[in-house]
């Protein structure tokens, strides 16, 4: 068991919500995204609210200026072979305006929410409007 394992917590239906999340999104038409923090208290990792956002700009104005979050995102692309697909990525929300005490919080659940989640891959940002330019990240035309 790893030390992330044993600092962080998951509940139940939180791990209810990221399976059922990860399964109803594989075949969505629009992009659909959820946002969990962690209690600072408790360390237990959750869902921040019950919304499941399906605009980038929604989102990118629900994100906090100063704290970090992760955010489930499942963002369906056509590729430039013309394939469709469907990425299912973390977002490591890292503001610079957050304090040191927060960063670390984060960044150590980091793996752990990855692998919880079973997300495919783990994108860093720093600020909320970079979510204005996922598509072109997913697409690795950055």
């Known amino acids: 068991m790893s030390s992330e394992s044993r600092l962080y917590t998951f ?12 399964l109803s999104t594989s075949r969505a038409k629009d992009p ?20 499941t956002y399906t605009s980038m700009p929604d989102l990118s104005d629900e994100l906090p200026d100063n704290s970090p979050r992760f955010v489930l995102l499942s963002y369906p692309i056509t590729m430039a072979s013309g ?9 490591s929300y890292l503001p610079s305006t957050c ?3 927060s960063r670390m919080l984060y960044a150590g ?26 598509e072109q990240k997913l697409k690795g035309e950055e």
Do not use: C, H, W
């Open 11 to 22: 509940s139940t239906p939180t791990k209810d919500k990221l399976r059922k999340f990860r």
């Open 109 to 134: 659940a980091k793996e752990l929410m990855r692998n919880e989640s079973e997300a495919g891959k783990v994108i860093e940002i720093d600020d909320a409007e970079d979510l204005l330019q996922m």
């Open 32 to 51: 659909q995204a959820v946002i969990y923090q962690i209690d600072k208290k408790t360390l237990e990792i959750s869902q921040a609210d019950d919304e």
């Open 83 to 91: 394939r469709q697909s469907v990425p299912y990525v973390l977002i």
């Open 99 to 101: 304090n040191q005490e």
